[in-house]
Structures are given as structure tokens and as C-alpha cells.
């Protein structure tokens, strides 16, 4: 990968070209229930694409709330009425940095659908698959009860010369092995798609307000020699 497909910062709406889709190097498949409507997200020269939540569960019961983004053309056969449905959703993991009413930038994430399946009964599956580069220097940090975790960001190369940017979260033996990791290292990653909410002052410090973030959780890595 050239260097310069690490450090290259997207500008504009990467909801990306028909056709570039066709490495394997970033995979996502998802299950479980629609827990909002379509939403407008955007249009490119390809078309609108429209925005949905899917919330899956895991083992130990946890519901983690997945943002869905797809093309019109999936809708157009779809009833709108698509909350409280199952599907199955395969797709890649993309970043997208998005300005808001105020001009701030914002980094957004969620799953480009490239095939989406109706299920006939309940059903919940959360897998990413991706390889690419390190993009930082892992970060280490305790919980309050004393739970190793590591950060980093990984560069994942499209096939149109830019990447996507993806956060990885890592507990335990898993964040210990990253700390050893350096910028630049090619890494292939498996890993499950986590929300969770906290609450973020408003800009005034005046009030608190609910938020809700994805991250990928990682549980293997492994680097390429």
C-alpha cells in the first residue's frame, strides 16, 4: 500500500462509486431486526442512498445498534415500512467524515450494504472482516476496575485510491498483544461491530445530552511479517 493511501483525509461525501467494490479486503455481515424507518442520507452521481439502524444481540445479551446505509436501487422493491423486520445484511465497513448545520466535521460510520436478505424468523450475527494499516500508535488505557484496553485506528485501501479509517477497540490479552504494534504495520483484523451511548455536554455547558457511538471490537488480529 503506498504511504500515501494511509495518510490521505477524505473530503466530501465518500459514499462511494458503483464498481469499486470488489476487493476483499473489507467484509461485513450483520443479522438482526430494523429498529428505525429510512432515512435520507445523501446523493452522489450513482443515485440517493438512504439510512437505517439494525439492532442485533449478542451471547451475553447485549444489544449493539448497527447504522445500515444503502442505495435507492435496493429500495425501490422494498415496502417502506421496513421497522420491526429481520435482515440480513452483507456489506462493507465504511468512515465518512460529514459536516453539520454548523460546520463542524463529524466522523461517521456504518455498514455500505451490497446485499441485504429478508429473514423469515429472528436470527442475530455481527462479523467484520478487514485488513490494512496501522494509523497511530496504540493507546493504552485502564478501566476503573483495572481492564487492560487499547485503541488504535486501522486504514483500510478501496479500490478507488482512498480508504476508510476504522476505530478498534481491544480488551485483554488482545490489547496487550497491539501495544507492541507500530505505525504502518499491515494487520488483518476480526472483530464484531459494538454501540454504546454516554452523555456529552451541550456547547453552551448548560445541559447533558444522550449519544450514541459505534466501535469495532476487536477479537483476533494478526500482523503480517
Excluded at 470488489?22 to 461485513?28: F, G
Excluded at 435482515?87 to 463529524?106: M, P
Excluded at 462479523?127 to 486504514?155: E, Q, S
Aim: with cysteine; aromatic share 12%.
Amino acid at each position: 500500500m503506498k504511504r500515501k493511501n494511509v495518510e490521505k483525509r477524505r473530503k466530501g461525501n465518500p459514499i462511494i462509486k458503483r464498481g469499486y467494490n470488489n476487493t476483499n479486503n473489507n467484509k461485513v455481515i450483520i443479522a438482526g431486526i430494523v429498529v428505525s424507518e429510512f432515512e435520507f442520507y445523501g446523493r452522489n452521481n450513482c443515485g440517493g442512498f438512504y439510512k437505517v439502524k439494525v439492532e442485533t444481540v449478542n451471547l451475553q445479551g447485549k444489544k449493539d445498534v448497527i447504522p445500515v446505509v444503502l442505495s435507492e436501487v435496493f429500495i425501490a422493491d422494498i415496502n417502506k415500512q421496513i421497522q420491526n423486520k429481520y435482515i440480513k445484511v452483507k456489506g462493507k465497513y465504511r468512515s465518512f467524515t460529514k459536516e453539520d448545520e454548523k460546520g463542524q466535521r463529524h466522523l461517521e460510520v456504518f455498514v455500505l450494504a451490497s446485499d441485504i436478505t429478508f429473514l423469515e424468523k429472528e436470527l442475530y450475527e455481527n462479523k467484520i472482516y478487514f485488513d490494512g494499516y496501522l494509523c497511530d500508535t496504540p493507546k493504552i488505557r485502564y478501566t476503573p476496575l483495572g481492564y487492560l484496553i487499547t485503541d488504535v485506528t486501522i486504514a483500510v485501501n478501496r479500490d478507488d485510491g482512498t480508504g476508510d479509517y476504522i476505530r478498534c477497540i481491544s480488551w485483554g490479552r488482545t490489547a496487550k498483544k497491539i501495544q507492541g504494534f507500530k505505525i504502518g504495520e499491515h494487520v488483518s483484523v476480526y472483530a464484531q461491530i459494538r454501540s454504546r451511548k454516554f452523555l456529552k455536554k451541550n456547547e453552551e455547558g448548560t445541559e447533558f445530552r444522550e449519544k450514541e457511538i459505534n466501535e469495532v471490537s476487536v477479537k483476533f488480529i494478526k500482523k503480517y511479517t
